[in-house]
C-alpha cells in the first residue's frame, strides 16, 4: 500500500516521518521517485503527474491545498475522487490573515501609514465594530471560520454564497439574485470563493459599484476571481477606499505590475495559508482510513461543481 507524495519536496520528509511513525503499513514515496506506479494507491499532490495512466491501481488523489481549481478535473479518471485535506492549519492561517487585514481596515491603519510616512498628525473618527459590516463571499471552511472568528470583534457579519447556508449570528446570502443586497451592505468584502468558471472575474466593475461607497476589499480567494483593471478604476475614483491581495492571476507579477506601487492596495505575496504537514497530517490520515473502511471521505470534490 503505497502513498507518493507530489508537492513542495522541502516538506516531503516531514510528511514521511509522521507516516513512519503513526501509520507504517503505508508506505511513502516521495516524487520523483515515484517506484513502480501501479503500486501506488494513493496519491498526495499539488498537482498530479503527468503520466497519470500509469497510476492503474490509484483509488484516490488527495490535494493539499484549500483550493482545486489548479487540477483539470476533466482530466482526471472517472472513478478517482479528488479530495481536499481540510488542514485545520490552512483555516488558522485564513483566520489569522482575515483578521490582521480585517481589523486593519476597520481601524485605518494604511491611513495611519501613509500619514506618518508625511509627519502627519491627524485623529480621524472611530468607527464602532457593531457599526461596521464585513461581508464574506464564499462559506465553505474558511470562510464559515473568519466569519466566526470576527464575531468576537463584534462586527455585523454577512455571508455570501452560491447555495444557502445557515451560520449562528451571520446574515447569510445565496446565488446570483441575492448577490446586490449583501453587497449593498459590505464597508468591507473579503473573498474566499473557489475558482470556477462561475467565479472567474466576478470581482469586477458591476460588483464593486454595489458595495457601499468607501467600502474595502479584500481578495484571499484566487487572482483570477478579480479583473484587475476594474480595481484600479474602482480605487482611483474613490468609490472604494483601500484594497488588499494576496493572490494574483500571475504570481508573481511582472515589475510593471500596477499593483506593486498603488497607494491603495496592500500586496501580499500568497501568504494566506500553507498547508503545514503536523496539522494536515491527522485530515489526510483519517480520510485515508475511512477509504479503507469503506466509509465516506471529508471534503470530496464534486466534479461538476469544480469544488
Ligand atoms: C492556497 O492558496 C491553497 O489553495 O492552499
Same mark, same amino acid.
Given at each position: #500500500? ?7 519536496? &522541502? ?16 508506505? =511513502? ?31 484516490? =488523489?488527495?490535494? %493539499? &491545498? ?6 483539470? %478535473? ?9 479530495? !481536499?485535506?481540510? @488542514? ?5 492561517? $485564513? ?8 481589523? &486593519?481596515? +476597520? ?16 485623529? +480621524? ?8 459590516? =464585513?461581508?464574506? #463571499? ?26 444557502? +447556508? ?5 446574515? /447569510? ?12 451592505? /459590505?464597508? $468591507?468584502?473579503? /473573498? ?10 466576478? %470581482? ?11 467600502? &474595502?476589499? $479584500? ?16 480605487? @482611483?475614483?474613490?468609490?472604494? @477606499?483601500?484594497?488588499? $491581495? ?15 506601487? +498603488? ?10 495559508? #500553507? ?17 479503507? !473502511?469503506?466509509?465516506? #471521505? ?10
Amino acid at each position: #500500500m503505497a502513498l507518493l507524495y507530489k508537492s513542495d519536496p &522541502s516538506r516531503g520528509p516531514t510528511w514521511k516521518a509522521l507516516f513512519a511513525e503513526h501509520a507504517p503499513d503505508i508506505e =511513502i514515496r516521495l516524487w520523483p521517485d515515484v517506484g513502480d506506479p501501479t503500486e501506488i494507491r494513493y496519491l498526495a499532490a499539488w498537482l498530479p503527474p503527468e503520466n497519470l495512466a500509469e497510476f492503474s491501481n490509484l483509488e484516490v =488523489i488527495y490535494a %493539499l &491545498s484549500a483550493g482545486v481549481d489548479q487540477f483539470d %478535473l476533466s482530466q482526471l479518471p472517472d472513478h478517482v475522487p479528488v479530495v !481536499r485535506v481540510l @488542514d485545520p492549519g490552512i483555516a488558522q492561517g $485564513i483566520v489569522e490573515y482575515a483578521s490582521l487585514t480585517v481589523l &486593519s481596515l +476597520h481601524r485605518q491603519v494604511p491611513l495611519y501609514l501613509r500619514q506618518q510616512h508625511q509627519h502627519e498628525w491627524t485623529a +480621524h473618527a472611530l468607527t464602532p465594530a457593531s457599526e461596521r459590516r =464585513i461581508g464574506v #463571499m464564499g462559506l465553505g471552511n474558511l470562510g464559515t471560520a473568519v466569519l466566526r472568528h470576527l464575531g468576537a470583534y463584534g462586527f455585523k457579519r454577512l455571508g455570501w454564497a452560491r447555495s444557502a +447556508h445557515h451560520i449562528e449570528g451571520v446574515d /447569510c446570502y445565496a446565488g446570483k439574485a441575492q448577490l446586490p443586497a449583501f453587497l449593498s451592505q /459590505c464597508d $468591507i468584502l473579503l /473573498c474566499l470563493l473557489p475558482l470556477t468558471d462561475e467565479t472567474r472575474g466576478i %470581482l469586477n466593475a458591476d460588483l464593486f459599484a454595489a458595495l457601499p461607497s468607501g467600502a &474595502s476589499v $479584500i481578495n484571499l480567494g484566487r487572482g483570477a476571481q478579480l479583473v484587475d483593471a476594474d480595481l484600479l478604476t474602482a480605487l @482611483d475614483s474613490g468609490h472604494l @477606499d483601500q484594497a488588499v $491581495i494576496d493572490v494574483l492571476e500571475q504570481e508573481p507579477p511582472s515589475e510593471e505590475h500596477p499593483f506593486w506601487d +498603488h497607494p491603495k492596495i496592500w500586496l501580499t505575496p500568497h501568504i494566506g495559508a #500553507m498547508t503545514f504537514p503536523q496539522s494536515a497530517f491527522g485530515a489526510l490520515l483519517d480520510n485515508i482510513r475511512r477509504h479503507q !473502511r469503506g466509509e465516506a #471521505m471529508t471534503g470530496v470534490i464534486e466534479r461538476l461543481r469544480g469544488y
